[in-house]
C-alpha cells in the first residue's frame, strides 16, 4: 500500500473514490478512455500509472474479462456438477466466443449452470430462456433455494417484518446503555468474525474505539468470493437492515459515522437491494436523531483477493488492491488511514439479535467457544440444497439430514470455500459446526461453504483446479503465493498430460514455501485442501508421482 | 510477598524491554521492526524487497525468521521486516526451516528468470545475486515453465530515454521502483499493470520513459536489485566489472540542498554518480541534475589555457605569462586610481576556502572592500532581513525538521524544480496530509498539492503577508506569551497591521481575501508550522521587506526556536550561504563583521597581520549593480569574475554588457569560455566540484566536505589554487591550496566556524555555528535571538516603479524561474543529455492571454519590455493567471536577461528579476 495514495484518496472522501469513477463512470463500456484516465489522475493528484494499475487489477475494469456479453461461472461447485459446458454452448451460439467471460462463482451453487447476462444472473433452468432472457430485459431469474433453520428463535434467517420497528431497538438501546455497557453485550456474546478467521468481534471493535480519531468507519466485506458460498448472498437480499443494522451499531459504539458496504460486482441483485434498504433506513426519522450515520455501497470489480481485509480497504481506496503488511491493523490504521473496524456481512447480521437481550441466549448457543448460530450454503450435491442456519456446535451429520441428504454419489466435500479442507466423507461425522472441531481434525469451517465433489472427479485435477484459481486470483504481491500457485499448477499439470511425474518432494517443499511463506491466507491457505488430498487420497493421485528415489533432473543452475 | 513496594518500583522503572536473538538477550528499541532489531544487532537477514528508506511491504518473504513466545515454545514463521520486534520474543534468524524456506522461495524467483540465469556467471554482481549466492541457492528443480516475461511488451524492455532504460526480464516483482517512485520522490510514475503472475511494473499509461512524466531522479533505478531499472550509466558500471573503480564521496554543486554524491571513478574517468545511502541530507536520493547532469566535467568545450586579449583576441598564454601580466596590471590600476577602482565577484559555486581566498585577496592584497557574491542577486534581502529581525541571516531550522512539522508555509519557491530533493521531501509531507499554504504567483507542483494557493500578483508579496497578519492579529490568534517574552515593537507594528484596508490589499494583490483569511488562520492554530521561501520573495523591489513580513507571522505565532517551526530560505546555489559566510560582501568581512566599525577592523587586522602602515579597507565597497554603474561611470577599473555569468544571469543585459566593456581589465576564472569570459581580458581555466577539495555550506548552514573524484583538466587548476598564485603574484606569500589548511584558517577567523576541522565534519557535515569541540548547531534562536529580542517591522505595500513606470505600455507582468532539467545560465547542464530532455526556454501565457493575442502553444512570441526584446516559443497553460508570462533564463540564445529590467531591492539592491513589465506579440 502506499500512504501518499491512502492520504491522497481520504482528500477526495468516500463520495467519489477513483476506484468507483473507474467502474461507474460509464458502465456500457466498464473501462475509461486514457485522456479520462489521464484527467482523472490529474483530479486525484496521482500519477497516471497508478490509475492504469488500478484498472488493469480487476477483471470487470480493464482485465480480459471486461466488457464481455455475457460470463459463465467458473466456480468449484458449477465444475463439480458440470453443468457448465452446456451453458457455454448456449451463450455461444447467441453471443459468439468472444463475447463469452468468466465470473468465478455467482452465488447459485444450489443449482448451478450459472450466468450472468446484461448484469443479471441466473442459474438452474434459466438457460433454456435464454432468448427470452435476452429480448426481455425485465425477466428474472427462477432460481429457487431452501432456507432451513433447527432453531427454534432463528437469529440470522429470523424475519424482518416491520423496519421501523427494527430499529426502534437502536433507539431504546442508546436510552437504556452506555456505549461501554452495549459493547460488553457484544464481547460477552462470544461473537467472533464470520468471514473465516473467527476473531473475538467486541475486542475488535474495542480496539477501534479506543483508539481516538474524528474520522473512523465501519466497513462490511461484502465481497463473498469463495466459490461455494451465498449465506451473505442470501443476508444482503433478505435481511439487508440485520446488516446495516450491526454496522450502524457498530458505527455508534466505535464513533464512526459512514459505513461502507463493499460488495461484489457478482451479485448485481444485491447492490440494488441494500440500496433500496438505505433508503428506507434515512427515511427513518427517529434514528438520524439518535444518531447520525450514513451509508455508502462501493461495487466491486471482479477480484477474489478484495476479500482479504487490506485489499479490499486498498480497493476503495483507488490502490492496487494487493495485501498489505499488517501492523498496522485496520482498527487502527484502516480506510483512508482511519481507525476502521471490517466485519464480514454474517457477523453484522448478528448484532440484533445479541442486543435483543443481555447476549446469553446467543452465548448459550454453541460450544462456549464458538458461539451463536452460523449459516451454511450446500450446493447442488444436496437433495436441498440452500442457507441451512443452524447453532454453533450441531453436528455436521444432522445438517446433512435436513438437507435431504446427497443428491448424487460423493466422494468429498470442500467445506469453507477454496481455501478451506478437502474432507473425505468418512471424516464427517466427526464435525460439528464450529471453529474448534474442523481445527482439530485438520480442516477449516472458514465461511461455511461446503460443495460436494462427486464420485467422478479425478481429484489430481480438482488440485489442479486449486492451484489454477489461486494463480488466477493471487494478487501477485507474495512470492510464494505469484509464483508459487503457477509453477504448482505446471507440476500437476505435467503430471495430468503425462509429461513429467509429480516430484513429491518438490510438491511437499512448495506446499510448505507456501503456507509459511505467504503474505496472506490465499497463498497461505490453499496448501490445506491440496494436502487434505494428498492424505486422503493417496491411491488416486500415487500414481502421478515419482518415486521418492528418482533421479533428479539435472539442474539449470 | 517478599519484596517491599520500593524494591518493586525500582525494579519496574529500571526495566527495559528485551527480547532474545538467537539465544542472547537484547533490548529492544520501541517501534522496530524484527528486522531492524537484528540488523542493528549486526546479524544478517537476507532481503530483496527492502530498503529501508521505503515502507516495509512483505513481498519477497525471504526475511522470515522463526519466532517463539517462550525459549521452548511453539514457533511461528514471521516475515522480519514488517512484525515488531516485542518483549520476551525469541527470534531464531537461522532455523532449519527459515532456511529452506528462504531457498525455496529463491528457487522459485529463480524459476521465472531468463533461463541463462546464473548467479555465478552474472556480471553484475549486483543485490540479487548476492542474496542467492549467500543462501546457497544452486538448483532450479522446476521443469521450465511459463515465465512472466514470457508476454512482456516493447516498453519493458526501454531505451527511449537519454537515462533511463528498463529490461523486465530481470524484475523479481519486489516493486523497489514503484515504492522508491512513490514514496521517496513521491512521481507516481511507475506503477504495476495486471496482477498475479502477470503483473509486472509499468510507466504512466504503460508508454516508454521518454513518454512518461519521469523526472529521471534515478531513485528505481539506484534501489533495484536486479538491474531490471538501470540507467545508461549504472550499465557501464556493470560493463566494467567493477576493476580497478574507486568511490569518492562528495558533494553536489547544483542547489544549495547540498546531496551528497558518491562519484565512480576508473582511470581517472567519471563511470556513474549515485548517492550514498547513509547521507543524512539526502538519503540516498538526487535529482537529474546531481546523478545524470555531470559530463560537461570533460567537455570539449572545456577551457584548458589561460587566455589573454593581445590584439583584441583572446590568446592561449602560460600561467606564468598571465599571472605576470595580472600583477602588472593590476598595480598599476592600483597605483593610478586607487584600490577601490578594483573589484571581485566571487562564485557561490565555488567553496568556502576559495570564496574565503578571494576576499582575502581583494581585501588585503588589493585593499578594498569592493567584493560581493551572486547571494546579491538571491537571497542578499534574506540575509538582510533575517539579521534584522532576528539576528542571523540564514535558515532558523533543517530540513529533517519536516518530520516533526505539522504545518507547511512556502513563499515564492519551486522547490521541485529548484531544490528537488527538498521539494520531493516537502510533497511527501503534503501528500500524506502536511496542510501546505502556497504563496506563489505559478501554478507550482507544490501548488497543485496546497490546501491553499494564494496565487498573488507578482510583487505584491507584502500585501498578501501583511494580510495575513491582519487576520491573525485581529482574529486572536497570536502567541501572546511569545510575543511578551521574546519579541519588540509588537505594539506599533500591530497597529499599523490593523490600520490596513484588506479590501485594498486583496485587489491589489489580486487575491480572494477569504482564502488568505482561511490561510491564516490555520497557520496560526497550527502547533508547529515551518516556512519556507525563495526568491520569489528576495528578488523584487520589497525583498528585505518581504522577508521582514515573513519573520513577523513567525513571531505571531511563536513559530521558531524548536524542531519543526522556523523560517528558512531555500538557497539557490550550492554554497551561496557559505559565499557570504565567507566575507564575499561588500559590508561584512568573513563572519559578517560589519567592515566599517573600528572594533572589526582590527579585529580582522590583527588576524591577517597587517602591519600598521599597511592598508586595509574600512570603507563599505560596491555592491554588483553598483560595480556595474561604477565601470560604466569610468569609477571602477578591473574586476575579478570567479566563476560567475554575469552577461547572462544579471538583469538589464545591455547595460551589463556596456559596463563590462568600459572595464580596463576584466578576468574571468571559468570552465567554459561563457558569455562573460568572451568579453575577459583575461580568462583562467579553473576548475568544477569533480575536480577539487574544499567544503560548501548547505542552505540549512551544514558544512560538507568536498572530495575532489578526478585530478583537474590538463592545463587548469583549482579556482583556490588560481588565487593562491594570484595572491604570491602579487608579493604576498599565501601557501599552496589545501582545503583542510585554508579550513583551518578559516576557523581561526569565522567565529561561528571555530569548532571545525576537516576531520571532524566527517560525512555529513556540521551545521554552524560549530563550538570547540565539534559541536554544531540544528535548530537557532532557541532560548533567545541572536539579536537578543526579535523585532517586529511594519511595511506598507509599495508598487514597483517598473509598474508604475512601465505597465501603462507593457501590459504584462513577466516571472522567472529555474526548472528541474537546468541550472542558471546552463553552463553546466547543457553540456550534458539533459539538455536532450529541455532543449529550450518556453514562455507560459495563460489561456485568456492567449486567446487576446491569438497565440497557440509552440508559436513563436515577440517579449519585448522598456529594455530589449526576444523571442521565444510560447505554451498555453493552466500555472499562470491572465496578465502575468513566466519562463525560464537556461538558454544563452535567448537571453531572457535583454529584457529584465533595473529596479532593485531597496535595501540590498538585489535585482527585481521577479517582476518585469513586457508585452507580447505573434510572431507571424
Known amino acids: 500500500m502506499s500512504k501518499n495514495l491512502t492520504q491522497l484518496a481520504r482528500r477526495k472522501g468516500i463520495d467519489d473514490t477513483l476506484f468507483q469513477r473507474l467502474i461507474v463512470s460509464d458502465k456500457s463500456s466498464k473501462s475509461l478512455s486514457d485522456e479520462q484516465k489521464k484527467t482523472a489522475a490529474k483530479e486525484f493528484l496521482i500519477g497516471e500509472a497508478v490509475v492504469q494499475g488500478t484498472a ?193 451499531v457498530a458505527g455508534y459504539l466505535v464513533g464512526a459515522s459512514t459505513g461502507v458496504l463493499y460488495i461484489r460486482d457478482e451479485y448485481p441483485a444485491a447492490i440494488d437491494i441494500v440500496e433500496q434498504a438505505i433508503e428506507e433506513f434515512y427515511r427513518l426519522a427517529d434514528i438520524k436523531e439518535a444518531f447520525e450515520f450514513t451509508f455508502k455501497i462501493i461495487r466491486g470489480a471482479g477480484a477474489y483477493i478484495c476479500g482479504e481485509e487490506t485489499a479490499l480497504l486498498r480497493s476503495i481506496e483507488g490502490q492496487r488492491p494487493v495485501v498489505s503488511v499488517r501492523p498496522p491493523f485496520p482498527t487502527q490504521s484502516g480506510l483512508f488511514g482511519c481507525p476502521t473496524v471490517l466485519n464480514n456481512v454474517e457477523t453484522f447480521a448478528s448484532i440484533h439479535f445479541i442486543l435483543s437481550d443481555d447476549g446469553q441466549n446467543f452465548k448459550n448457543m454453541g460450544n462456549g467457544k464458538s458461539t451463536g448460530s452460523k449459516l451454511i450454503s450446500l450446493d447442488s450435491s444436496f437433495t436441498y440444497p440452500g442457507i441451512y442456519e443452524v447453532a454453533m456446535g450441531t453436528s455436521l451429520d444432522s445438517v446433512f439430514e435436513l438437507a435431504g441428504g446427497f443428491s448424487k454419489p460423493l466422494k468429498a466435500l470442500q467445506i469453507g470455500g477454496p481455501l478451506g479442507g478437502v474432507v473425505p466423507l468418512n471424516k464427517v461425522s466427526q464435525l460439528t459446526v464450529d471453529f474448534e472441531s474442523f481445527a482439530k481434525a485438520g480442516f477449516l469451517l472458514g465461511h461455511a461453504s461446503i460443495i460436494g465433489i462427486p464420485n467422478h472427479t479425478k481429484m489430481i485435477e480438482y488440485i489442479e483446479h486449486l492451484f489454477e484459481f489461486t494463480a488466477a ?24 498430460s503425462g509429461k513429467q511425474l509429480i516430484d513429491s518432494e518438490l510438491l511437499n517443499d512448495l506446499l510448505e514455501t507456501m503456507q509459511l511463506g505467504s503474505l496472506c491466507a490465499l497463498g497461505g491457505g490453499v496448501p490445506l485442501p491440496i494436502q487434505n488430498v494428498l492424505q486422503y487420497f493417496d491411491d488416486e493421485i500415487r500414481q502421478y508421482c515419482q518415486a521418492p528415489s528418482s533421479v533428479k533432473e539435472p539442474a539449470n543452475v | ?159 527511449s530515454h537519454p537515462y533511463m532504460r528498463m529490461n523486465l526480464d530481470m524484475c523479481i516483482d519486489c516493486n523497489r521502483c514503484v515504492r522508491a517512485c512513490d514514496e521517496i520522490q513521491g512521481e507516481q510514475v511507475l506503477s504495476v499493470s495486471g496482477r498475479g503472475f502477470n503483473s509486472r511494473i509499468i510507466k504512466g499509461q504503460d508508454v516508454n520513459f521518454d513518454d512518461s512524466d519521469c523526472v529521471s531522479c534515478g531513485a528505481c533505478a539506484q534501489t533495484c536489485p536486479t538491474g531490471a531499472i538501470s540507467d545508461v550509466f549504472r550499465d557501464n558500471l556493470t560493463a566494467e566489472f567493477n576493476d580497478n573503480i574507486e568511490t569518492t564521496r562528495t558533494v553536489c554543486s547544483y542547489c544549495g540542498v547540498g546531496c551528497n554524491l558518491d562519484v565512480s571513478v576508473k582511470d581517472n574517468k567519471i563511470i556513474s554518480i549515485t548517492a550514498p545511502s547513509d547521507a543524512e541530507v539526502n538519503s540516498g536520493h538526487t535529482c537529474l541534475k546531481g546523478r545524470y547532469a555531470w559530463r560537461f566535467y570533460n567537455h570539449p568545450d572545456r577551457l584548458t589555457s589561460p587566455l589573454v586579449r593581445i590584439d583584441g583576441e583572446l590568446q592561449k598564454v602560460s600561467w606564468q605569462y598571465a599571472f605576470d601580466y595580472l600583477a602588472d596590471k593590476l598595480s598599476a590600476i592600483k597605483s593610478a586610481f586607487g584600490a577601490d577602482a578594483i573589484a571581485g565577484i566571487s562564485s557561490a559555486r565555488c ?197 521582514m513580513c515573513i519573520a513577523d507571522l513567525v513571531m505571531l505565532t511563536g513559530n521558531i526556536g524548536r524542531e519543526g517551526v522556523g523560517m528558512n530560505p531555500l538557497r539557490g546555489q550550492n554554497n551561496v550561504q557559505g559565499a557570504a559566510d565567507m566575507g564575499c560582501q561588500p559590508h561584512q568581512g568573513a563572519g559578517y563583521f560589519p567592515v566599517d566599525d573600528e572594533e572589526n577592523v582590527n579585529y580582522y587586522r ?49 547595460h551589463v554588457i556596456a559596463s563590462l566593456a568600459n572595464l580596463d581589465l576584466l578576468v574571468v576564472q571559468e570552465i567554459f569560455l561563457s558569455e562573460t569570459a568572451k568579453m575577459a581580458d583575461v580568462v583562467l581555466p579553473g576548475t568544477s566540484f569533480l575536480e577539487k577539495s574544499g567544503t560548501f555550506t548547505n542552505g540549512e548552514r551544514r558544512v560538507q566536505r568536498v572530495n575532489a573524484a578526478v585530478k583537474p583538466k590538463d592545463g587548469c587548476k583549482t579556482d583556490g589554487q588560481i588565487i593562491v598564485e594570484m595572491m604570491n603574484a602579487l608579493g604576498y606569500s599565501q601557501p599552496e591550496y589545501v582545503a583542510e589548511d585554508v579550513l583551518a584558517e578559516i576557523a581561526q577567523v569565522v567565529p561561528f566556524f571555530a569548532g571545525i576541522t576537516w576531520e571532524n565534519l566527517g560525512d555529513h557535515g556540521l551545521q554552524w555555528p560549530v563550538s570547540d569541540g565539534g559541536n554544531d548547531t540544528k535548530i537557532l534562536h532557541v532560548d533567545a535571538f541572536k539579536r537578543g529580542l526579535g523585532k517586529f517591522h511594519f511595511y506598507q505595500f509599495e508598487e514597483s516603479s517598473e509598474i508604475v513606470s512601465h505597465s501603462e505600455q507593457y501590459p504584462y507582468i513577466l516571472t522567472t524561474s529555474r526548472n528541474l532539467e537546468h541550472y542558471n545560465a546552463g553552463t553546466m547542464t547543457r553540456r550534458t543529455d539533459n539538455k536532450v530532455i529541455v532543449s529550450e526556454d518556453v514562455l507560459l501565457v495563460s489561456r485568456q492571454d492567449a486567446k487576446v493575442n491569438n497565440i497557440k502553444t509552440n508559436d513563436q512570441v515577440k517579449l519585448f519590455s522598456a529594455r530589449g526584446e526576444i523571442e521565444l516559443k510560447a505554451e498555453v497553460s493552466d500555472k499562470v493567471k491572465a496578465g502575468v508570462l513566466f519562463t525560464t533564463f537556461h538558454f544563452p540564445e535567448l537571453m531572457i536577461n535583454q529584457v529584465t529590467g533595473n529596479v532593485t531591492d531597496k535595501h540590498t539592491k538585489c535585482p ?12 507571424s
Request: net charge negative; charged share 25%; with cysteine.
Open chain 1, 56 to 248: 488493469s487489477f480487476y477483471d470487470f475494469i480493464d482485465g480480459e474479462n471486461a466488457n464481455k456479453k455475457a460470463y459463465v461461472c467458473n466456480g468449484s461447485s458449477c465444475l463439480c456438477a458440470g453443468t457448465q459446458t452446456k451453458v457455454t454452448e448456449h451463450l455461444t451460439n447467441e453471443f459468439g466466443e468472444d463475447q463469452i467471460g468468466h465470473v468465478t462463482c455467482l452465488g447459485r451453487c444450489f443449482e448451478n449452470s450459472a450466468f450472468q447476462v446484461s448484469d443479471k444472473n441466473f442459474s438452474g433452468d434459466d438457460i433454456e430462456n435464454l432468448s427470452e432472457i435476452i429480448k426481455d430485459k425485465t425477466s428474472k431469474s427462477n432460481e429457487g433455494y431452501q432456507v432451513k433453520t433447527t432453531l427454534t428463535t432463528p437469529i440470522l434467517s429470523a424475519q424482518i417484518n416491520n423496519v421501523n420497528q427494527y430499529y426502534q431497538q437502536f433507539a431504546n438501546l442508546l436510552d437504556q446503555y452506555s456505549a461501554d455497557e452495549l459493547l460488553a453485550k457484544i464481547s460477552d456474546s462470544g461473537l467472533r468474525g464470520r468471514g473465516g478467521a473467527g476473531f473475538p468481534t467486541g475486542f475488535k471493535w474495542q480496539s477501534c474505539r479506543d483508539v481516538k480519531s474524528d474520522e473512523k468507519y465501519i466497513v462490511c466485506n461484502a465481497d463473498e468470493g469463495d466459490a461455494g458460498a451465498f449465506s451473505d448472498r442470501y443476508l444482503l437480499e433478505q435481511r439487508p437492515h440485520a446488516v446495516l443494522y450491526g454496522m450502524l
Open chain 1, 473 to 496: 486470483e493471487s494478487c501477485g504481491k507474495c512470492y510464494p503465493c505469484s509464483l508459487g500457485s503457477v509453477r504448482g499448477h505446471e507440476l500437476v499439470r505435467n503430471a495430468i
Open chain 2, 1 to 159: 510477598m517478599s519484596n517491599s513496594p520500593t524494591t518493586n518500583l525500582t525494579i519496574k522503572n529500571s526495566y527495559k524491554p528485551s527480547a532474545f536473538l538467537n539465544g542472547v538477550s537484547h533490548h529492544i528499541v520501541k517501534g522496530e521492526s524484527i528486522l531492524e532489531f537484528c540488523r542493528r544487532l549486526e546479524q544478517e537477514i537476507p532481503t530483496l524487497c527492502d530498503d529501508y528508506r521505503l515502507d516495509a511491504f512483505g513481498s519477497c518473504r525471504v526475511c522470515s525468521v522463526d519466532v517463539a513466545l517462550s525459549a521452548d515454545g511453539p514457533r511461528r514463521v514471521m516475515a522480519s521486516c514488517h512484525s515488531p520486534i516485542s518483549d520476551g520474543m525469541h527470534i531464531y534468524t537461522h532455523s532449519e526451516r527459515v532456511e529452506k524456506l528462504r531457498k525455496n522461495i529463491l528457487e522459485l524467483v529463480i524459476s521465472d528468470l531468463p533461463d541463462d540465469y546464473s548467479p555465478q556467471s552474472a556480471p553484475h554482481n549486483n543485490e540479487f545475486d548476492q542474496v542467492v549466492i549467500a543462501n546457497g541457492v544452486s538448483e532450479v528443480r522446476f521443469a521450465r515453465g511459463e515465465k512472466s516475461s514470457d508476454k512482456l511488451p516493447e516498453v519493458s524492455r526501454d531505451q
Open chain 2, 351 to 547: 567553496t568556502n576556502e576559495e570564496n574565503y581566498l578571494l576576499q582575502k585577496m581583494i581585501r588585503l592584497n588589493i585593499g578594498t572592500n569592493n567584493i560581493d557574491c551572486c547571494a546579491r542577486v538571491c537571497h542578499s534581502p534574506t540575509a538582510y532581513g533575517m539579521q534584522k529581525s532576528f539576528g542571523t541571516g540564514a535558515a532558523t531550522n533543517s530540513i529533517e525538521d519536516l518530520k516533526q512539522t505539522e504545518f507547511i508555509m512556502l513563499i515564492g519557491a519551486n522547490p521541485t524544480a529548484a531544490h528537488p530533493v527538498t521539494g520531493a521531501k516537502i510533497k511527501q509531507k503534503v501528500m500524506k496530509g502536511t496542510p501546505l499554504i502556497v504563496i506563489d504567483p505559478v501554478k507550482t507542483e507544490l501548488a497543485r498539492f496546497a490546501n491553499w494557493h494564494i496565487q498573488l500578483r507578482p510583487g505584491t508579496n507584502v500585501a498578501v503577508l501583511n494580510m495575513m497578519a491582519f487576520y491573525i492579529i485581529n482574529e486572536g490568534l497570536v502567541d501572546q506569551s511569545f510575543i511578551d517574552n521574546r519579541t519588540e515593537a509588537y505594539k506599533e507594528y500591530s497597529q499599523a497591521i490593523l490600520a490596513l484596508n484588506i479590501d485594498e490589499l486583496a485587489i491589489v494583490s489580486g487575491v480572494d481575501k477569504t482564502l488568505v483569511r482561511e490561510a491564516a488562520i490555520a497557520y496560526a492554530k497550527a502547533t508547529n508550522a515551518m516556512s519556507f521561501h525563495g526568491l520569489g520573495v528576495t528578488e523584487h523591489s520589497q525583498g528585505s521587506r518581504a522577508i
Open chain 2, 606 to 654: 590583527e588576524h591577517y597581520n597587517v602591519g600598521k602602515h599597511e592598508r586595509w579597507p574600512t570603507d563599505i565597497g560596491y555592491k554588483i549593480p553598483e560595480m556595474f554603474n561604477a565601470a560604466l561611470a569610468g569609477d571602477l577599473k578591473a574586476l575579478w569574475i570567479l566563476g560567475e555569468d554575469v552577461v547572462q544571469t544579471d538583469p538589464n543585459q545591455k
Open chain 2, 912 to 923: 527585481e528579476y521577479k517582476v518585469v513589465a513586457v508585452g507580447i506579440e505573434l510572431v
